[in-house]
């Protein structure tokens, strides 16, 4: 019994250590790319019970053309990974290396299908990290924010990351680069913002319903300032921000023919970092991220020409009688749906103002159940109700009444 319980253990030992030993192999002959110390690092983790992944990304500086762009980038990489727990981003490596390697913790949310797939999996945790990159000799400056489900325990990841021209003004020849884990500055403001478009048609109730841990998408920006908090770049976006809700609720409905934007109360959160030494002091970086939202209203009213006309994109049809309606709106496509929203700080040096972006994003994330529309039909105008998305990923919907199903 002992003699099989040893054989077991040692079975399940050369098992755990095979996809590592892979990996340290891989890399040894340079296949994978992988830091040794992070090998280790992931199978001590799996050794204690935990389920690590390892990513590698390899980062691309490209140009408007998508063409790569050579230089001698210094690299910034921030892990804003469930940023709404955190009191600020965790800078976790700056450097000259354009192919990195890191551990991960891959937690298990659910069973079900992801989007773009056919088959049901397991579906993990998210993680998001914005990269910055700098190349001070030419002028050129670039990020973007990558977010990826650690599927499989191995992930390599390819980000081009476009690059724009500034002059900087650090001398390069005796500046340093920054070793602080800690931002200078962070404050935060909360404000309402556009979430979800809500159409109705004549007859139809509609409302818009999250729970807590559903995502929608707010763009992160960023700039840099010179020692005396003098802006030297424009606000630029670094992409899609998941930005999840804080509670479960409901918005108040719309109905016969109105249509009106839902809104939600929106938290923001700045981060001012020490980018740069030289002559003349620290130069900075400032980051703008969307943290969390909560509540639900009715915001400003929408014009629409497609509710009522012939249905685009996806289409669904409920049949007279059908009851209850839900139609979940994830997941959207990344595009803006909104921009202009004006957003503003007091931070130690002054007054902060910028306008973000919502996207036609809206996805499950940690909740419990999808983001969705409550659909409320209180006269049947005809058989059949129509709803389709004009191929934005069911991100908005229309609505038409049909004597038939399209």
């Known amino acids: 019994m002992k003699k099989g319980l040893l054989i077991l253990a040692v079975t399940t030992l050369i098992l755990a250590i095979t996809p590592y030993w892979v990996l340290s192999f891989g890399y040894g002959n340079d296949v994978v790319g992988v830091d040794p110390r992070v090998l280790w690092d992931a199978f001590i983790d799996y050794l204690q019970g935990g389920q690590p992944g390892i990513v590698v990304i390899t980062i691309i500086p490209v140009d408007e053309s998508g063409l790569t762009v050579n230089g001698n980038f210094i690299v910034r990489m921030h892990n804003f990974t469930d940023y709404h727990l955190k009191p600020h981003s965790d800078l976790v490596y700056q450097g000259k290396e354009m192919r990195l390697s890191f551990k991960v913790s891959r937690i298990p949310l659910r069973r079900g299908i992801s989007p773009g797939e056919n088959e049901p999996r397991i579906i993990y945790k998210e993680h998001e990290y914005t990269i910055f990159i700098y190349d001070l000799e030419n002028g050129l400056r670039g990020a973007k924010l990558l977010r990826f489900e650690p599927a499989k325990p191995l992930m390599e990841l390819t980000i081009k990351i476009p690059v724009q021209r500034f002059t900087p003004p650090i001398s390069t020849e ?154 979940s709106i994830e997941p959207g496509v990344e595009a803006v749906e909104k921009s202009g929203i004006s957003i503003s700080f007091t931070v130690s040096y002054g007054p902060v103002s910028l306008t973000v972006e919502l996207y036609k994003e809206a996805t499950t994330g940690n909740g419990s159940g999808s983001p969705k529309l409550q659909i409320t039909v209180k006269k049947w105008v005809k058989e059949w109700l129509i709803t389709f998305d004009d191929n934005t990923g069911w991100k908005i919907i229309h609505f038409k009444w049909s004597d038939s199903p399209p």
């Open 174 to 327: 005796i500046s340093s680069l920054s070793t602080s884990r800690s931002p200078e500055e962070v404050k935060t403001t909360q404000k309402w913002m556009e979430a979800v478009q809500l159409h109705s048609i004549q007859g139809v109730s509609v409302r818009f319903y999250a729970y807590e841990g559903n995502n929608l998408y707010y763009s992160q920006k960023y700039r840099e300032l010179s020692p005396a908090y003098t802006p030297i770049t424009d606000w630029s976006s670094t992409g899609d921000k998941a930005t999840p809700a804080d509670d479960t609720a409901g918005s108040p409905a719309v109905s016969d023919g109105t249509k009106k934007w839902a809104i939600v109360y929106v938290t923001y959160r700045y981060e001012r970092w020490p980018l740069e030494h030289s002559t003349g002091g620290w130069y900075y970086l400032e980051i703008v991220t969307p943290v969390m939202f909560s509540g639900r209203g009715l915001g400003n009213s929408i014009s629409c020409g497609l509710c009522g006309g012939s249905p685009t994109g996806s289409k669904t049809a409920y049949q007279e009688g059908t009851t209850p309606i839900e139609l």
